[in-house]
């Protein structure tokens, strides 16, 4: 079975540019979750969907943060304008039930480096 | 919000050893889960554990709810399982958020 897919890996931009994440859940999987990890913070939770709705995006750090999810087996986070401090590793994570109670499966990250 | 403490933060140990690790947390829980980050930057589900004991080939792991803490085992350590380890937490009460603790280091040396 395939696993959470995140795409890219690497990205490398420059500051003021706009950065697009990718990932796709596991199939079946009603939740989703994007993570964010710095060494300083450690993994930070940004913001999760259950059946395609947002349902808490408190974690979000700005306005210059958002992410959406058009159907069940794609969601999207974007940076615009991206700046150096939102350098980090940026995790998908899915769960075949609603909310937190249930088992989390990562993609493997995608390491972002604004310069 | 939730509290959660891993110990030790760092462990070096000898290949072969056997080590156990620590998740201390302040409130009872819905869902606990032990990860292992590997040096490329993965995150590897190992356990859901919310509460009972689990066993998988060489780690298992032990939740006791009502006392507020979970174990992870690692038996016969391999240079493979050097890395991070974390432990997760969703309370029972408040928002739907799981909770990671700052993790533990562990390093084994061959």
């Known amino acids: ?115 | 919000g939730i509290q959660v403490e891993q110990s030790p933060p760092d462990l070096i140990l000898q290949e072969g050893a056997n080590s156990t690790l620590r998740c201390n947390f302040s409130d009872s829980v819905n869902n606990l889960q032990w990860f292992h980050q590997n040096p490329w930057g993965q995150l590897i589900n190992l356990f859901y554990i919310p509460s009972g004991t689990k066993q998988n080939g060489r780690l298992s792991a032990t939740t006791v709810a009502t006392e507020r803490y979970s174990l992870l085992y690692i038996s016969s350590s391999q240079t493979t399982d050097s890395g991070v380890y974390f432990c997760a937490v969703d309370p029972n009460f408040g928002n739907e958020k799981l909770t990671f603790g700052t993790g533990t280091r562990l390093t084994i040396i061959p």
């Open chain 1, 1 to 115: 079975d395939a696993g959470v897919i995140q795409s890219p890996r690497h990205e490398v931009t420059e500051m003021g540019q706009e950065v697009t994440l990718r990932c796709k859940p596991i199939s079946g999987h009603n939740s989703l979750f994007w993570y964010r990890q710095t060494m300083m913070r450690g993994l930070e939770l940004l913001i999760y969907f259950n059946n395609n709705v947002p349902i808490d995006d408190s974690g979000m750090p700005e306005d210059r943060f958002s992410a959406k999810m058009p159907n069940a087996s794609f969601s999207t986070l974007k940076i615009q304008p991206s700046e150096p401090r939102d350098s980090a590793v940026y995790f998908c994570a899915s769960s075949p039930t609603g909310g937190a109670d249930g088992e989390l499966f990562f993609g493997e990250g995608s390491r972002l480096t604004v310069l």
